[in-house]
């Protein structure tokens, strides 16, 4: 059982590329988040699916999109990179029990740094 | 807005001293309350976790919290730490009928062997 599998673990990219950061769970989880982790701001939400072809904004959107086509899947793309995106990336996958939703499961992250 | 507060950003022990990390947050309705550890290069891993019933959990590896409701507050225990405890610790807050976590900062604890 992988849990949740991110990739990739380091990336690197110039101001203004384009790139996916992908996600996938293998717990058949409904829910599905994105954070983004700073030093001395903890994890915040960046956009989250409660199933498959639903999406909504957490606290920082900006500056990215998702798509969710299959309950396992839950990639996240930055559409034009910005030093300001220069972080770690967290993806987790929480079951959905009678609606209430229970712990999260964090992948190992992503380290981006944007030059 | 709902937040979480955790007061202590670093933390300094030897092996065997007590710890207590403090969590409070701001939200006024029926919450579910976590806290995280990440250890350096990891992930975040669930410690323990409060839903309802019994105030005080338990969880892996020596930890407990106790929720006081009236407080606001879901403090973080352990009698006795380890030089392994040497990591990241983040309290969340999911308020129930949402499926979203609110994270405090975090607190960084360093155990000195």
């Known amino acids: 059982n992988a849990g949740v599998t991110q990739t990739p673990k380091f990336q690197v990219l110039k101001t203004g590329q384009s790139m996916t950061l992908q996600c996938a769970q293998d717990m058949n989880h409904e829910y599905m988040s994105w954070y983004r982790q700073d030093p001395g701001m903890g994890l915040r939400l960046i956009h989250y699916?409660?199933?498959?072809?639903?999406?909504d904004q957490g606290e920082v959107p900006n500056g990215y999109n998702v798509s969710r086509s299959t309950t396992e899947d839950f990639p996240l793309r930055l559409l034009s990179a910005a030093p300001s995106q220069t972080s770690v990336y967290f993806c987790a996958s929480t079951p959905l029990r009678g609606g209430r939703s229970t712990e999260a499961f964090f992948g190992q992250g992503t380290r981006l740094t944007v030059v | 807005a709902q937040s979480v507060s955790q007061h202590n950003h670093h933390v300094i022990l030897s092996e065997a001293a007590s710890l207590e990390l403090g969590c409070n947050y701001s939200y006024g309705g029926t919450v579910n309350l976590f806290w995280y550890v990440q250890y350096p290069g990891q992930h975040l891993q669930l410690l323990l976790k409060?839903?309802?019933?019994?105030?005080l959990v338990k969880g892996i590896k020596g930890f407990e919290a106790e929720f006081i409701k009236s407080k606001f507050s879901f403090n973080l225990r352990k009698p006795s730490v380890q030089w392994s405890d040497t990591a990241e610790y983040f309290c969340a807050v999911s308020p129930s009928g949402t499926y979203k976590y609110i994270f405090g900062t975090g607190t960084r604890l360093k155990v000195l062997a």
């Open positions: 409060y839903f309802s019933g019994d105030p």
């Open positions: 699916s409660v199933g498959a072809g639903i999406t």
